[in-house]
């Protein structure tokens, strides 16, 4: 023992692999916590992408209450059936052929070529296609809004069979995937369009399907006027009473449900929270400001007009300015935000 103190050598070298020990222990340390936060980034961004789907899923309960509740009492049920069938139409061919025609990467600028019904798809085609099944329903319950007390069940299969299989996935390649022509994340696109929470891919998708569903069939009072008048074996025109007009709360609360479900969606239509923090910062004030700000243009028109429906009308000029801030919802300041609901409600009024 005495001689181990005094050997100057014996105690370097022990010292020495001590020291060695405890660099290589460091380093071990390290690499195990850096594969632990990638790990944790990794869940963390799964359940970011989670909570969008089901927001997103939310936002469909809101339109069907809205559509219910801005028919007729009569139609109410049968309005609610047509629509449920087209969101389960509109669902299945989403799978079998939309997300390849939208996500189908590598593939051209125009449509999408592989991942049909998710064959050879990874991990995060998996998590994404929940967020994009979620918009091409809202493309699907928009442009089957045009159907609505007119056309029928087979017309609603009809249209949500080609928006859920062409329609909404063609668009969303241009401007989502990594090789659309218009797509920010495309280097070669010679033009680019941003989109960030489905202004233009969804709601323009399906309000185009809604508005030539309209003009063929034409608006809801004077086909029901038809009808009444074809049951009632003459060719005029009978008044319309507005004792059976429909529940004015549940058309209420579906617009509140659309707002809430669209806030909370446009911050993680991105797959990473880390890297979007500014995004995500900017989406939900903006896209409140927007809706509360064509809210209160539809409420002072309603106020100098007095539409017969005043709860509607206002709850009307929310969704449209939750549909006209979407597209530019992180890309603006709040004030440029609450520009454009004045102008999404003025255009609404």
């Not at 086909?223 to 008048?229: I, K």
């Amino acid at each position: 023992y005495q001689r181990r103190v005094r050997d100057p050598t014996f105690v370097h070298t022990n010292m020495s692999a001590v020291a060695d020990d405890l660099v290589s222990f460091v380093a071990d340390f390290e690499l195990s916590l850096s594969r632990a936060e990638l790990d944790f980034a990794s869940v963390f961004n799964y359940i970011w992408i989670g909570s969008a789907a089901i927001f997103l899923f939310f936002m469909q309960t809101g339109y069907l209450m809205l559509a219910a509740g801005g028919s007729q009492r009569e139609n109410m049920q049968n309005v609610m059936f047509n629509m449920i069938v087209a969101l389960c139409v509109g669902s299945f061919w989403f799978w079998a052929t939309g997300y390849g025609f939208a996500l189908g990467d590598p593939s051209n600028p125009f449509i999408g070529e592989k991942k049909f019904a998710l064959v050879d798809a990874i991990g995060a085609d998996n998590r994404d296609y929940m967020v994009h099944w979620g918009y091409s329903q809202i493309a699907v319950v928009v442009g089957c809004a045009g159907l609505l007390e007119r056309g029928k069940t087979l017309a609603f299969v009809v249209l949500a069979t080609s928006l859920g299989m062409f329609g909404y996935p063609v668009v969303a390649h241009w401007l989502w995937s990594t090789s659309g022509w218009l797509s920010p994340d495309n280097s070669d696109a010679p033009l680019i369009a941003l989109d960030y929470a489905g202004g233009g891919v969804a709601h323009v998708v399906g309000g185009t399907a809604a508005l030539v569903a309209t003009a063929l069939l034409g608006g809801r009072r004077a086909v029901m006027r038809r009808r009444h008048a074809a049951a009632r074996g003459t060719v005029r025109q009978p008044h319309i009473s507005t004792a059976h007009d429909g529940d004015a709360v549940m058309h209420f609360i579906g617009g509140l449900a659309l707002w809430v479900g669209t806030c909370g969606v446009g911050q993680a239509r991105r797959p990473s929270a880390a890297t979007n923090r500014a995004i995500a910062a900017l989406v939900s004030p903006n896209m409140a400001l927007s809706a509360a700000l064509a809210g209160a243009v539809a409420a002072l028109f309603a106020a100098r007009s007095k539409p017969r429906h005043k709860a509607r009308f206002l709850t009307n000029g929310t969704v449209a300015g939750l549909a006209a801030g979407a597209a530019g919802a992180p890309f603006m300041q709040p004030y440029a935000a609450a520009a454009v609901g004045v102008l999404g409600g003025a255009v609404f009024c």
